[in-house]
Nanobody, 127 residues
């Protein structure tokens, strides 16, 4: 069965860095686009970043552009999210997602369709 397991979350200070990993299994990882989404307390889901199946293309929400970098290692079936210059507003539960379809960009927001999620990794940015 499909499994997505996030790791690497934790507590960081403003301006700090964290790197999330997502270990995938149960499907042909290299055949699917992948994405990271987050949900902050009391807020809706935000699609943060996505990457093509072969890593040739990426996209980022405006809120993280220039600070976060998505990457993947298809040989290791692993997705990454490097988060730099962290801000308190980055505090959220971060999910790795296998995309079922391509994402749509509309009015400054990405909307994606996914069929599998990980359990989430908590990221807290606080001094």
């Amino acid at each position: 069965q499909v499994q997505l397991v996030e790791s690497g979350g934790g507590l960081a200070q403003p301006g700090g860095t964290l790197r999330l990993s997502c270990a995938a299994s149960g499907f042909t990882f290299s055949s699917y686009a992948m994405s990271w989404a987050r949900q902050a307390p009391g807020k809706g889901l935000e699609w943060v970043s996505g990457i093509y199946s072969d890593g040739s293309g990426t996209w980022y929400a405006d809120s993280v552009k220039g600070r976060f970098t998505i990457s993947r290692d298809n040989a290791k079936n692993t997705l990454y999210l490097q988060m730099n210059s962290l801000k308190p507003e980055d505090t959220a539960l971060y999910y790795c997602a296998k995309l079922k379809e391509g994402c749509t960009y509309y009015s400054g927001t990405y909307y994606c369709v996914t069929d599998y999620w990980g359990q989430g990794a908590q990221v807290t940015v606080s001094s």
